[in-house]
């Protein structure tokens, strides 16, 4: 069964802070996925990482993959409270039939402070 | 950019009735996932569709069952509703199939559905 971990669950922070939330996960796969989620909204896609050792950035934040040690991270620059929301990573279950459905991990929740 | 988009927003039932939730997927896209969200949980994968054929089966009870149509549409038919059926449901679609997957998968706004 393949299991998603992330942490840390909860995190308040002040902004222009830095932080790194981390996601591993239990089966060989290439393909990680951040999202994020306000409250009561839909997951907003942030980044598709598909390859060992991609990197990928936008304004403040920015995630990678190592498939070797089955670990991602997603990178918080200089805080700001619009950052603040729920951040899920998942990981594809890989059946090979292209449809394969996401699994996630528990989120974190996130709190920026001024 | 047109979206996912989920029909009926807000759903309240009574146990042991049925419901159906309904997905159009972005344009061009031919690929569908049902996800179910409780609350203060993370998302869990129930079913996915691709050209009309189920794909991918994830955690959906017997007592759901869903289908995509000809115009890629999909419906998330779910029957004898417990109150445990309350939740968030995302459809989420893609595009290209297995042979050339996008992978990326584009979340509607969800169904709340309350069982009372």
């Known amino acids: 069964e393949l299991k998603v971990e992330q942490n840390p669950l909860f995190l308040s922070m002040q902004e222009g802070k830095n932080y790194t939330i981390y996601c591993n996960y239990s089966?060989?796969?290439?393909?990680l996925y951040w999202y994020r989620q306000d409250p009561g909204k839909s997951l907003e896609s942030l980044f598709v990482l598909l390859s060992n050792g991609a990197v990928k950035q936008e304004g403040r934040l920015m995630a990678s993959l190592d498939t070797k040690a089955r670990l991602s991270t997603l990178h918080i620059t200089a805080a700001v409270h619009d950052l603040s929301a729920t951040y899920f990573c998942?990981?594809?279950?890989?059946?090979?039939?292209?449809?394969?459905?996401?699994?996630f991990g528990k989120g974190t929740h996130l709190i920026i402070q001024p | 950019a047109a979206g996912v988009i989920q029909s009926p927003r807000h759903l309240i039932k009574e146990k042991r009735e049925t419901a159906t939730l309904k997905c159009y997927p972005i344009?061009?896209?031919?690929?569908v996932y049902w996800y179910q969200q409780g609350p203060g949980q993370d998302p869990q994968f129930l079913i996915s569709f691709y050209e009309k054929m189920q794909s991918d089966k994830g955690s959906i009870p017997d007592r759901f069952s869903a289908q995509q149509f000809s115009d890629y549409h999909s419906e998330l038919n779910m029957s004898s509703l417990e109150l445990g059926d309350s939740a968030l449901y995302f459809c989420a679609s893609s595009s290209g199939g297995p042979r050339f997957p996008s992978y990326e998968q584009y979340f509607g706004p969800g169904t709340r559905l309350t069982v009372t």
């Open positions: 344009p061009r896209h031919d690929t």
């Open positions: 998942a990981v594809d279950m890989y059946s090979g039939g292209g449809a394969d459905g996401l699994t």
């Open positions: 089966t060989t796969s290439d393909r």
